[in-house]
């Protein structure tokens, strides 16, 4: 499988060091007309990038527009020098979806606002930088939340719909791209055209989960789901193997909105997938008060300290740490009991993990590496219980470890199947970190074999075999047709699109 032509032979990257001392600055014939443009673009300056993950990072030359006007320009300078775009949002995609070392860096966070919000039918219209936090701020009292949302308020919502993310409740409402009812797309030649689901089909669907690669979106339009409440009543069911947290899955999944496992990594060989059901659903009496922003204040871990201060302090205790920690957490579902019901704030329950990878962020100073497989219904079961043996065998402990269900979605580069996932997190030590890249990989075969998928946003373990044995030829050439289409230059490239779109080394 090789990359064409046209994208192998777009120029190179120029290396940092060549130009770290040049003053890079835009041309245009009404650059005096529009200093204040260029006052701000003329800030640009080459910056590490860092995947989420802390894993692997790339130099590169970071511009922050504020405007569609402001994009083009930089995209006229990537061309001029020869150089490829990566774009950057919140930074949250793990590992490499975002590096692009020697070539330019377009960072849309500046790109912020809410442009048009419709509280009668939950309709919105937003940049691309508007994170997960910026939108329930400026929603929720008026009643409207997220039909899918990620596990962090930190994301913005363009990374959201170039990785194409999913929530606790992915096989009931699938991923974020099928809430979304319209996108403006700023194509590598400068032209801006919009794209709906029905108006475009083939080439929203590619865009959508296509990693940034075939243009930049500039605008969403996004549909909420109406609540009546900002507390969700929820509770936890223990399961004693993995086999049984599958039966508590197939019980609940009819009756509640948001389902998610927590397994315990550190179980022993009788004990393998033990661990919590969280189980949620929306409480439909109204209650104007809990949607008021005060009332949704998102606590640090216990409410008593933050999370980042916890992780350094628990960096020498890390191995009996995880052990306790994942011991006590348990007991607690089990003596809470099972089935019994409490309240938990909505932003409580959708952005705990922002304390979670807080604290393992503080915690792993050499980073993690994760792998989140999705496996049809059938052989999960049997493939999760083979990934977590092997682990167990290897001496490699998940510090993180949470099931979830899926559903197709009709978008080209989808990850998601009729069946479930494991995301697993390693930590990263130099004691384990030869052992880990062996193990991963072996797990990446495992779950190819198995007839699943890997998330694109946390992987760091496919080349371009593995993806296509993956996702399929047909899907991979599909793809770069329509790259090629609206992209023939191959402006928009990654670290990430290069390793699984790449050309094979023997051909």
């Known amino acids: 499988m090789a990359i064409s032509s046209s994208l192998k032979s777009m120029g190179r990257n120029v290396p940092p060091e060549e130009l770290m001392d040049q003053d890079i600055v835009l041309h245009s014939s009404n650059a005096h007309a529009r200093p204040d443009i260029f006052a701000t673009l003329s800030t640009s300056r080459w910056e590490q990038i860092e995947g989420w993950a802390r894993t692997q990072r790339a130099s590169s030359n970071v511009w922050r527009p504020t405007t569609v006007q402001e994009i083009r320009e ?12 990566v774009l950057l949002g919140g930074g949250h995609s793990y590992h490499d979806a975002a590096l692009n070392a020697g070539g330019i860096t377009i960072d849309l966070s500046q790109m912020r606002r ?21 939108l329930w701020r400026a929603t929720m009292a008026d009643g409207w939340w997220f039909v899918v949302a990620p596990g962090t308020m930190g994301a913005t919502l363009g990374g959201c719909l170039s990785m194409n993310v999913h929530g606790r409740n992915a096989w009931k409402k699938g991923s974020i791209g099928e809430q979304v009812l319209a996108i403006e797309l700023l194509l590598a030649s400068g032209d801006l055209i919009t794209l709906t689901p029905s108006s475009n089909p083939n080439l929203f669907q590619a865009v959508i989960g296509g990693l940034g690669m075939i243009g930049i979106i500039t605008s969403i339009t996004l549909q909420l789901r109406p609540i009546q409440s900002g507390t969700l009543s929820m509770y936890q069911r223990p399961a004693r193997l993995l086999s049984e947290m599958f039966a508590i899955f197939a019980e609940e999944a009819p009756k509640v909105d948001y389902l998610e496992g927590w397994i315990d990594g550190h179980a022993n060989k009788r004990r393998l997938g033990c661990g919590l059901v969280t189980c949620a659903r929306f409480i439909d009496e109204p209650d104007p008060q809990s949607l008021q922003l005060h009332t949704q204040a998102n606590a ?3 409410g008593i300290v933050r999370p980042e201060f916890l992780g350094r302090l628990m960096r020498p205790f890390l191995t009996i740490g995880s052990r306790v920690g994942n011991t006590i957490y348990y007991r607690k579902g089990v003596l809470r009991g099972s089935r019994r019901v409490y309240h938990m ?24 590496r994760t792998i989140q497989p999705f496996i049809p219904a059938e052989q999960a079961p049997a493939a999760f219980t083979e990934l977590l043996e092997r682990s167990r065998r290897a001496g490699l402990v998940p510090m993180w470890c949470c099931l979830k269900q899926h559903r197709t979605d009709p978008f080209l580069l989808s990850y998601q199947v009729d069946g479930f996932s494991l995301e697993l997190n390693y930590p990263v030590t130099a004691h384990t970190a030869r052992k880990l890249a062996v193990f991963l990989t072996e797990i990446r075969d495992l779950v190819i074999a198995a007839g699943g998928r890997l998330y694109l946003a946390k992987d760091d373990v496919l080349d371009a075999d593995s993806y296509a ?4 030829m047909n899907r991979i050439e599909r793809f770069l047709a329509i790259k090629r289409a609206y992209d023939p230059e191959g402006i928009f490239q990654s670290a990430l699109f290069r390793r699984i779109f790449a050309q094979d080394s023997g051909e």
């Open 74 to 85: 930089v995209l006229s300078l990537a061309r001029s020098q020869q150089r490829t775009v």
């Open 114 to 134: 809410v442009l048009i919000w419709n509280p009668k039918q939950g309709i919105v219209q937003v940049e691309p930088g508007v994170t997960i936090g910026d």
């Open 300 to 302: 640090g871990i216990a």
């Open 345 to 368: 704030s909505l932003l409580q329950f959708h952005f705990r993990s922002d304390d979670v990878f807080s604290f393992l962020r503080e915690l792993l100073p050499g980073g993690a």
């Open 469 to 472: 044995r993956s996702i399929g």
